[in-house]
């Protein structure tokens, strides 16, 4: 289907920039894009080209809707927009593009292993991690709290499945490569496919090598987790097993750096931030409104299975569906108030980590991380200042920094 043979589309849409160029992400501001959608055309058809395109959802309650109805809006086809038009080969098979009820028996005991109570556990080894990436912060220089932040999530969930932490680093490194190909900080001079295809086969070869070894000897790793899973009465094959921890690692890695840069971003300088320092008690809710606010992953892809109308606007079997978390994450109707950062916000029910059956695994570690990252950053630094401009990502997947130069003075 066409664009042009597509109903309910309104002027609003032919106008706002290309959401799909990381650019206007990263250099541009796409929530007043959002904005105007919302309350214009929610519901709007965007067209890339090549006889491609997608439905861009908005509106909180329709994004929540598309999240949860997976047998109406499934993910097996595939999440990400750079594989619109073609089937995701790891449909079924990896947990992020399957739906339940394979997926709640894939996800069960990772579930199991990623509880509150078993994250409790071990806060003392995150903790030890956040302490060791914060320590170049008291020498006083200048200090890239972004380059940081995107080494956390590895130090925890390279503990988690067991990684080795000489790897860490380059790990990291090539997760945020899959996610930013076109940023020209991780972009290959031979283009964005060859950018892309070189880290996925770099990451998936080093998976292989670690399933083979962790399959020799199981330990209580995510990854001996998996190792043991079985549905269909079978045990995962390596394929999906290698698979699945390139997922996992991809989504931890993605996704927790960037709540904190956006806060610090947004409230160095102001008395907003002195506020949050002085009030430890408002870690917690502190944190989600960082979540709310920097939505981390911008957007989710789900294909229609049959006709549905989703605000006025028809749907047909087949057509690919975006949620804009970050839309819905500033939408006018459920938070009030919404561009304001407001460390008090209650009730906070934000979709950074998605909805229904496909909420994040990993949310209990990430919330974890961020809570105890805050609480080290609180109680022993003052006096934070932005030391140089804040570099985006460009991607139009992962809204993040890759730098945010700052100073600050250790307490006592």
């Given at each position: 289907?066409?664009a042009?043979?597509?109903?309910?589309?309104?002027?609003?849409?032919?106008?706002?920039?290309?959401?799909?160029?990381?650019?206007?992400?990263?250099?541009g501001?796409?929530?007043?894009?959002?904005?105007?959608?919302?309350?214009?055309?929610?519901?709007?058809?965007?067209?890339?080209?090549?006889?491609?395109?997608?439905?861009?959802?908005?509106?909180?309650?329709?994004?929540?809707?598309?999240?949860?109805?997976?047998?109406?809006?499934?993910?097996?086809?595939?999440?990400?927009?750079?594989?619109?038009?073609?089937?995701?080969?790891?449909?079924?098979?990896?947990?992020?593009?399957?739906?339940?009820?394979?997926?709640?028996?894939?996800?069960?005991?990772?579930?199991?292993?990623?509880?509150?109570?078993?994250?409790?556990?071990?806060?003392?080894?995150?903790?030890?991690?956040?302490?060791?990436?914060?320590?170049?912060?008291?020498?006083?220089?200048?200090?890239?709290?972004?380059?940081?932040?995107?080494?956390?999530?590895?130090?925890?969930?390279?503990?988690?499945?067991?990684?080795?932490?000489?790897?860490?680093?380059?790990?990291?490194?090539?997760?945020?490569?899959?996610i930013?190909?076109?940023?020209?900080?991780?972009?290959?001079?031979?283009?964005?496919?060859?950018?892309?295809?070189?880290?996925?086969?770099e990451?998936?070869?080093?998976?292989?090598?670690?399933?083979?070894?962790?399959?020799?000897?199981?330990?209580?790793?995510?990854?001996?987790?998996?190792?043991?899973?079985?549905?269909?009465?079978?045990?995962?094959?390596?394929?999906?097993?290698?698979?699945?921890?390139?997922?996992?690692?991809?989504?931890?890695?993605?996704?927790t750096?960037?709540?904190?840069?956006?806060?610090?971003?947004?409230?160095m300088?102001?008395?907003?931030?002195?506020?949050?320092?002085?009030?430890?008690?408002?870690?917690r809710?502190?944190?989600?409104?960082?979540?709310?606010?920097?939505?981390?992953?911008?957007?989710?892809?789900?294909?229609?299975t049959?006709?549905?109308?989703?605000?006025?606007?028809?749907?047909?079997?087949?057509?690919?569906?975006?949620?804009?978390?970050a839309?819905?994450?500033?939408?006018?109707?459920?938070?009030?108030?919404?561009?304001?950062?407001?460390?008090?916000?209650?009730?906070?029910?934000?979709?950074?980590?998605?909805?229904?059956?496909?909420?994040?695994?990993g949310?209990?570690?990430?919330?974890?991380?961020?809570?105890?990252?805050?609480?080290?950053?609180?109680?022993?630094?003052?006096?934070?200042?932005?030391?140089?401009?804040?570099?985006?990502?460009?991607?139009?997947?992962?809204?993040?920094?890759?730098?945010?130069?700052?100073?600050?003075?250790?307490?006592?």
């Open positions: 289907m066409t042009e043979q597509l109903p309910g589309r309104c002027p609003v849409a032919h106008q706002a920039p290309n959401l799909v160029d990381p650019t206007v992400h990263s250099d501001d796409p929530h007043q894009i959002w904005r105007a959608l919302r309350r214009h055309d929610p519901v709007s058809w965007h067209d890339v080209g090549d006889g491609l395109g997608f439905w861009s959802v908005t509106r909180y309650g329709d994004s929540d809707l598309v999240l949860r109805d997976y047998a109406t809006f499934t993910s097996e086809r595939g999440t990400m927009i750079d594989l619109l038009g073609t089937d995701d080969p790891a449909g079924g098979s990896q947990l992020a593009v399957t739906d339940p009820p394979r997926h709640s028996v894939m996800r069960e005991p990772l579930q199991r292993a990623l509880t509150v109570r078993a994250v409790e556990r071990s806060k003392h080894v995150i903790r030890r991690q956040i302490v060791r990436l914060l320590r170049p912060l008291a020498d006083g220089a200048t200090f890239d709290f972004a380059d940081a932040m995107l080494a956390m999530p590895m130090a925890v969930t390279g503990i988690l499945m067991g990684l080795p932490p000489s790897d860490w680093d380059r790990l990291t490194r090539l997760t945020t490569v899959c930013a190909p076109d940023d020209p900080e991780y972009r290959h001079p031979r283009g964005r496919r060859y950018t892309l295809e070189a880290a996925h086969r990451l998936f070869a080093y998976f292989q090598d670690i399933v083979e070894e962790r399959d020799r000897n199981h330990g209580d790793d995510l990854i001996s987790v998996l190792l043991q899973t079985r549905f269909d009465g079978r045990r995962m094959s390596q394929g999906e097993i290698v698979s699945n921890c390139y997922s996992m690692l991809l989504g931890a890695n993605v996704t750096p960037h709540a904190p840069n956006f806060a610090m971003d947004h409230l300088g102001t008395p907003y931030l002195d506020d949050w320092v002085a009030n430890p008690g408002l870690i809710s502190g944190v989600e409104e960082a979540l709310r606010w920097a939505s981390p992953i911008t957007y989710f892809m789900r294909y229609a049959r006709d549905v109308v989703l605000s006025g606007t028809q749907i047909h079997a087949g057509d690919a569906v975006v949620v804009w978390i839309s819905a994450n500033r939408d006018e109707e459920v938070f009030a108030d919404p561009f304001t950062f407001d460390i008090r916000r209650r009730p906070n029910r934000h979709i950074a980590f998605g909805a229904g059956a496909h909420h994040c695994v949310h209990s570690v990430a919330r974890v991380t961020l809570r105890l990252l805050f609480t080290e950053l609180f109680g022993n630094f003052t006096d934070f200042a932005p030391a140089g401009p804040a570099q985006r990502l460009a991607s139009n997947f992962v809204s993040g920094y890759k730098h945010l130069p700052m100073t600050a003075r250790k307490k006592g």
